[in-house]
């Protein structure tokens, strides 16, 4: 059974950082391509980046550009997503989803941008 | 970036009657390799997305076979052809043909009438 488990979400003050971490199982980690999506309080579904399989190609979306770092452990079947100068407008739950057409969420992990 | 329109935002539907869902793309959805990346997702109240259609019209793994999708170009729908009150939540488009950004639809709430 594929299991995508997200943590390391918080409350965090503005212009703060946060790493978020996926763990999966039940798949080849190394064979896919990873995803992270968010979606703020109240509001739709929001890309955010992707990873290749071997960490090779990144993508992300404009807002976050310079700012957020999507990565990946293969060993320890991990996906990572650092955040730095985090703003308000980042406030979402963000889902970890296998794959670039996202087969497969977490439950996602809270991320609060407030002071 | 590809805007993803859906209509309507709001559907009561009656349990047991059908319901449609439109999803516009705002450029051609066929990729160079001839396939269309088209997918729709299900996000029930409190619960985290679900896929259940890809590439248009096939079904993922466990989806009832009420759901189906169908289009081409520009133009997509979402069809479920009996409702049941496990379908109550909202649903998104995503377009996975022209990207960076991969683009979601703005979600179309289903609910018992």
């Known amino acids: 059974e594929v299991q995508l488990v997200e943590s390391g979400g918080g409350l965090v003050q503005p212009g703060g950082s946060l790493r978020l971490s996926c763990v999966a199982s039940?798949?080849?980690?190394?064979?896919?391509?990873m995803s992270w999506v968010r979606q703020a309080p109240g509001k739709g579904l929001e890309w955010v980046a992707n990873?290749?399989?071997?960490?090779?190609?990144?993508y992300s979306v404009d807002s976050v550009k310079g700012r957020f770092t999507i990565s990946r452990d293969n060993a320890k079947n991990s996906l990572y997503l650092q955040m730095n100068s985090l703003r308000a407008e980042d406030t979402a739950v963000y889902y970890c989803?296998?794959?670039?057409?996202?087969?497969?969420w977490g439950q996602g992990t809270p991320v609060t941008v407030s002071s | 970036d590809v805007v993803m329109t859906q209509s309507p935002l709001s559907l009561p539907v009656t349990l047991g009657q059908p319901a449609s869902i439109s999803c516009r793309s705002s450029?051609?959805?066929?990729?160079?390799?001839?396939?269309?990346?088209l997918n729709w997702f299900q996000q029930r109240p409190g619960q985290s997305p679900r896929r259940l259609i890809y590439?248009?019209?096939n079904g993922d793994s466990g989806v009832p076979d009420r759901f189906s999708g169908s289009g081409s170009g520009t133009d997509f729908t979402l069809k479920i052809s009996r409702v049941e009150a496990e379908d109550v939540g909202v649903y998104y488009c995503?377009?996975?043909?022209?990207?960076?950004?991969?683009?979601f639809g703005q979600g179309t709430k289903l609910e018992i009438k």
């Open positions: 989803a296998r794959g670039k057409s996202t087969s497969y």
């Open positions: 039940g798949f080849t980690f190394s064979s896919y391509w």
């Open positions: 990873i290749k399989e071997d960490g090779s190609e990144k």
């Open positions: 450029q051609s959805l066929l990729h160079s390799d001839g396939n269309t990346y």
């Open positions: 590439k248009v019209s």
């Open positions: 995503m377009q996975g043909t022209h990207w960076p950004p991969f683009t």
